[in-house]
T-cell receptor, first 114, second 115 residues
Framework: DQQVKQNSPSLSVQEGRISILNCDYT??????FLWYKKYPAEGPTFLIS?????DKNEDGRFTVFLNKSAKHLSLHIVPSQPGDSAVYFC?????????????FGKGTHLIIQP | KAGVTQTPRYLIKTRGQQVTLSCSPI?????VSWYQQTPGQGLQFLFE???????NKGNFPGRFSGRQFSNSRSEMNVSTLELGDSALYLC??????????????FGPGTRLTVL
């Protein structure tokens, strides 16, 4: 039973346009969400996170939106750049101390077209 | 600061063998977590060690075990290897482990192939 789902295995976006990556979760106890970016042959790198007490968090070109009632979050990248081509993982966790481990989605491969 | 390092980077084993993977966290980090990445299941949490103690464990059989040393370096062991254990094994370190307070930094992974 996948608790964190990324339903789009891949997404192709033109350079300069907005990339929107989506993520759904089923466990309402999750209260901390993260996005990681992964290049081939490298480990995931942290991108941006959001606590459940917020509905938006912005960091430069990256914005994460959280809709708790829909159990849905999205990552917006604007404008998209060629270096953004990578696999993006959505992850969820239970906050409050201690690492219960991150629950990851299966990832979305973002391809930025020139 | 040096990043998280994992050795070896690639490993080929046969069914029934056992394997040990190593992870050196970022200096000063005391929490080390292990993850398995497969095409079918994605990234799944194996376990987390903090101050030489296993603090959390994911839903994996007992063939998967680990330990952490006093210098925070960690090893992961898989016994009686099965074909399905073929995966990328990722190690992540953080200062104290709470994902809402600490960012986890991942190593490049060890690619294990079981024949």
């Amino acid at each position: 039973d996948q608790q964190v789902k990324q339903n789009s295995p891949s997404l192709s976006v033109q350079e300069g346009r907005i990339s929107i990556l989506n993520c759904d979760y089923t466990n309402s106890m999750f209260d901390y969400f993260l996005w990681y970016k992964k290049y081939p042959a490298e480990g995931p790198t942290f991108l941006i996170s959001i606590s459940s007490i917020k509905d938006k968090n912005e960091d430069g070109r990256f914005t994460v939106f959280l809709n708790k009632s829909a159990k849905h979050l999205s990552l917006h990248i604007v404008p998209s750049q060629p270096g953004d081509s990578a696999v993006y993982f959505c992850a969820a966790s239970f906050a409050g101390g201690g690492a219960d481990g991150l629950t990851f989605g299966k990832g979305t491969h973002l391809i930025i077209q020139p | 600061k040096a990043g998280v390092t994992q050795t070896p980077r690639y490993l080929i084993k046969t069914r029934g063998q056992q394997v040990t993977l190593s992870c050196s966290p970022i200096s000063g980090h005391r929490s080390v977590s292990w993850y398995q990445q497969t095409p079918g299941q994605g990234l799944q949490f194996l376990f987390e060690y903090f101050s030489e103690t296993q603090r959390n464990k994911g839903n994996f059989p007992g063939r998967f075990s680990g330990r952490q040393f006093s210098n925070s370096r960690s090893e992961m062991n898989v016994s009686t290897l099965e074909l399905g254990d073929s995966a990328l094994y990722l190690c992540a370190s953080s200062p104290s482990g709470g994902p809402d307070t600490d960012t986890q930094y991942f190593g490049p992974g060890t690619r294990l192939t079981v024949l």
